[in-house]
Nanobody
Framework: DVQLQASGGGLVQAGGSLRLSCAVS????????IGWFRQAPGKEREGLSC????????YYADSVKGRFTISSDNAKNTVYLEMNSLKPEDTAVYYC??????????????????WGQGTQVTVSS
């Protein structure tokens, strides 16, 4: 079965950095995407970035473009999200998710069929 495990969250001061990890297992699809999303209390789930397994292409939401970087380590079956210049409004639970038929990279939550447990990121001012 497909499993995703997000980790690496924590408490950081504004302006600081964190690197989140998503360990992926159980995929047999040739073309899938791993996406990062976040959700703060009382707000809708928000897509941040995703990466394609087929060609390594990436896609970013405007809200994080230039601050966050997505990458993958195929040998470790792990996808990362490097977050820089963090702001208090980045505080949320961060989730990784998988789209098993990623012919187009986008960040609509309904496109992602598999979700991991979230990791809390708290940015203090």
């Amino acid at each position: 079965d497909v499993q995703l495990q997000a980790s690496g969250g924590g408490l950081v001061q504004a302006g600081g950095s964190l690197r989140l990890s998503c360990a992926v297992s159980g995929f047999t699809f040739d073309d899938y995407a791993i996406g990062w999303f976040r959700q703060a209390p009382g707000k809708e789930r928000e897509g941040l970035s995703c990466i394609s397994s087929s060609d390594g292409s990436t896609y970013y939401a405007d809200s994080v473009k230039g601050r966050f970087t997505i990458s993958s380590d195929n040998a470790k079956n792990t996808v990362y999200l490097e977050m820089n210049s963090l702001k208090p409004e980045d505080t949320a639970v961060y989730y990784c998710a998988a789209d098993p038929r990623a012919y187009l990279l986008r960040l609509y939550p309904k496109w992602y069929d598999y979700w991991g447990q979230g990791t809390q990121v708290t940015v203090s001012s």
